[in-house]
């Protein structure tokens, strides 16, 4: 087996990986990057759409990056529910805005980038197993599109690549450990060829269930609407579709098109017990899961990253362990902030399926607690808009 040699050895391609890559290479740190996927496959996968302030201002400092020109800046959400629309204002209460520009577009301008200043970026790579983690030089063994075997030394490992990740074996000891729970609901998602219902996102508790009104382009829109976990993706026609989504947001009259797409998105909310052991980390969709009501999955990535960039700079550049011991905690704390922001949004928005009368008026009683208060709005936009990033440079 053949054996190759990097600093880093970043195994995902997805916003974490490429960004942890692009990061690196500013502050003079050589990775390899891998991902089992093809480019053609990472670049056209339908995922989330909203990107926190801090985000966008990460993503500014990579050559290219047309999160301000193609995505969209939008100032608010609005929550409905009981017949009533109340918009949140976000440059008002916390002066931030959030942007909407689709992760596929983010990973395209990505791997562009990262191609044109030369990093080592392999598609179709799998990565089987991680060892060594607890010695100056951990391996990945590594499996090539054509079958061959070959061994990747580095000075640390990232595991970057999922919540099937494989890394995660070689931090935690076990490829579930960590706390975990499930929703009795998922998401039914469609992607359509029409014009944008509403500027801003709708996010709608109706008695039928949630619904959420979101947009990709001019001429493109995405939309949810809660479902069981176990539909099936053809049981609806379109027509089924359209009357779902407009019986659940009362109010709106929504432009129908074409539907060319559709996903169900099982809910579930994760933290792997350890994100750092020896010379390996985990970041991303590896260390965490969120439900998508708060629009954190991406967002929460990058934070990660944040961390981890400026640990390994300590790490390699200085030979500094303290930031590399603080990783998991520093990141965790942002992490458990957003795992219960996600978790409150689901519950406060979506009807469950054993509620009890009770249960439902208390949650019109807590809605109407966050738009009917100054001081409920504004914590609704701090994290929506995404908590201060924190640095450990
Ligand atoms: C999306 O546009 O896909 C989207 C937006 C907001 C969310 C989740 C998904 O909370």
Same mark, same amino acid.
């Given at each position: ?183 009795? +609901? ?57 009357d779902t989504l407009q019986a659940r947001v ?24 350890? #994100? ?55 990141? #965790? ?24 009368? +009770? ?35």
């Amino acid at each position: 087996m053949t054996a190759e040699r990097t600093r880093v050895a970043i195994v995902g391609a997805g916003p974490a990986g490429l960004l942890l890559s692009h990061l690196l290479a500013e502050a003079g740190i050589e990775s390899i990057v891998l991902d089992r996927r093809t480019r053609e496959e990472i670049e056209s996968t339908v995922r989330a759409g909203i990107l926190e302030q801090g985000t966008v201002e990460i993503l500014d400092t990579v050559p290219g990056s047309r999160a301000r020109t193609v995505g969209h800046r939008h100032d608010g959400i609005e929550f409905r529910f009981a017949g009533e629309g109340h918009r949140i204002d976000f440059p008002s209460h916390v002066g931030r805005s959030v942007w909407l520009y689709p992760q596929h577009e983010a990973l395209t301008d990505l791997i562009a980038a990262r191609l044109a200043a030369g990093q080592d970026l392999r598609f179709g790579v799998t990565a089987d197993r991680v060892d060594d983690v607890d010695t100056a030089t951990p391996r990945v063994f590594c499996t090539a599109a054509d079958g061959t075997r070959f061994e990747i030394a580095a000075d640390f490992v990232v595991g970057a690549d999922g919540s099937r990740s494989v890394v995660r074996t070689a931090v935690t000891g076990s490829h579930t450990g960590g706390s975990f729970r499930e929703y009795p +609901f998922a998401w039914f998602g469609i992607l359509c060829e029409a014009p944008p219902s509403s500027e801003e996102l709708i996010y709608s508790n109706s008695p039928d269930g949630f619904a959420l009104i979101s947009q990709r382009s001019d001429t493109v829109q995405r939309m949810y609407f809660q479902c069981d976990p176990d539909t099936d993706v053809d049981a609806y026609s379109e027509a089924q579709l359209w009357d779902t989504l407009q019986a659940r947001v009362p109010g709106t009259t929504l432009r129908e098109g074409p539907i060319f797409q559709r996903d169900v998105l099982r809910f579930r909310s994760f933290v792997a017990h350890e #994100l750092r052991h020896g010379r390996a980390a985990l970041v991303g969709d590896a260390a965490h899961t969120v439900p998508p009501t708060g629009a954190k999955g991406m967002n929460l990535a990058v934070a990660d990253v944040i961390l981890l960039n400026d640990a390994l700079q300590g790490l390699l550049l200085r030979g500094d362990e303290a930031p590399i011991d603080a990783y998991a905690e520093a990141a #965790l704390r942002r992490i458990w902030k957003a795992q219960h922001f996600s978790w409150w949004m689901t519950s406060m928005l979506h009807a469950s399926p054993d509620a009890s009368e +009770f249960d439902r008026l208390r949650q019109l009683g807590e809605l109407r607690s966050v738009v009917e208060s100054d001081a409920g709005q504004r914590y609704l936009a701090e994290a929506y808009t995404g908590w201060p990033l924190q640095r450990t440079l």
